[in-house]
T-cell receptor, first 114, second 110 residues
Framework: ETGVTQSPTHLIKTRGQQVTLRCSSQSGHNTVSWYQQALGQGPQFIFQYYREEENGRGNFPPRFSGLQFPNYSSELNVNALELDDSALYLC?????????????FGPGTRLTVL | RKEVEQDPGPFNVPEGATVAFNCTYSNSASQSFFWYRQDCRKEPKLLMSVYSSGNEDGRFTAQLNRASQYISLLIRDSKLSDSATYLCVVNLGGYNKLIFGAGTRLAVHP
């Protein structure tokens, strides 16, 4: 086990709704990254948080937003859900932001948008 | 063009077979390279990092050719437990953003 936890495990929403996904980092890790994995695809980088600040962002619209808390846990918020948002959402924590640090993934939240 | 491209698969091989996965990346500035393994409906897990000198971990051998922007993974003596999707991953450096290929599924049968 990586020590990274995510909640909820599964979620079903309808178009236009809003959703909040949660991630608890591995102990001692100050960096959290979020990825979206559509069926049959590799994970795609959404954004990264380091010490409560957004540290980088992938090609996702502003309706995807996040937060990191002082204890380094994190939230991913998605507004105005679309059918294409149906995917596995993964968070990954690491000791630092530099590229040499291994990222440890949580089990993911499977979101279905109807 | 995708940033990381892999063989589409799936690969269906018998136990004991040797199987090779290939991957190419488009950004010559890429600095770190990895193979991840993802079991069905599970999270990706780091299998091994990939170095220019090549590296081996038991039955697994990874190779990087920076000039060709090509990464490979060789699995010898396949086991049933090797059945999974193998993801080729690069990191551009700067901050820790991983760029994944679509993955190649491997099914090892008795």
């Amino acid at each position: 086990e990586t020590g990274v936890t995510q909640s909820p495990t599964h979620l079903i929403k309808t178009r236009g709704q809003q959703v909040t996904l949660r991630c608890s980092s591995q102990s001692g890790h100050n960096t959290v990254s979020w990825y979206q994995q559509a069926l049959g695809q590799g994970p795609q980088f959404i954004f990264q948080y380091y010490r409560e600040e957004e540290n980088g962002r992938g090609n996702f619209p502003p309706r995807f937003s996040g937060l990191q808390f002082p204890n380094y846990s994190s939230e991913l918020n998605v507004n105005a859900l679309e059918l294409d948002d149906s995917a596995l959402y993964l968070c990954a924590s690491s000791l630092a932001t530099a590229g040499g640090y291994e990222q440890f993934f949580g089990p993911g939240t499977r979101l279905t948008v109807l | 063009r995708k940033e990381v491209e892999q063989d589409p698969g799936p690969f269906n091989v018998p136990e004991g077979a040797t199987v090779a996965f290939n991957c190419t990346y488009s950004n010559s500035a890429s600095q770190s390279f990895f193979w991840y393994r993802q079991d069905c409906r599970k999270e990706p897990k780091l299998l091994m990092s990939v170095y220019s000198s090549g590296n081996e971990d038991g039955r697994f051998t990874a190779q990087l050719n920076r000039a060709s922007q090509y990464i490979s993974l060789l699995i010898r003596d396949s086991k049933l437990s090797d059945s999974a999707t193998y993801l080729c991953v690069v990191n551009l450096g700067g901050y820790n953003k991983l760029i994944f290929g679509a993955g190649t599924r491997l099914a090892v049968h008795p």
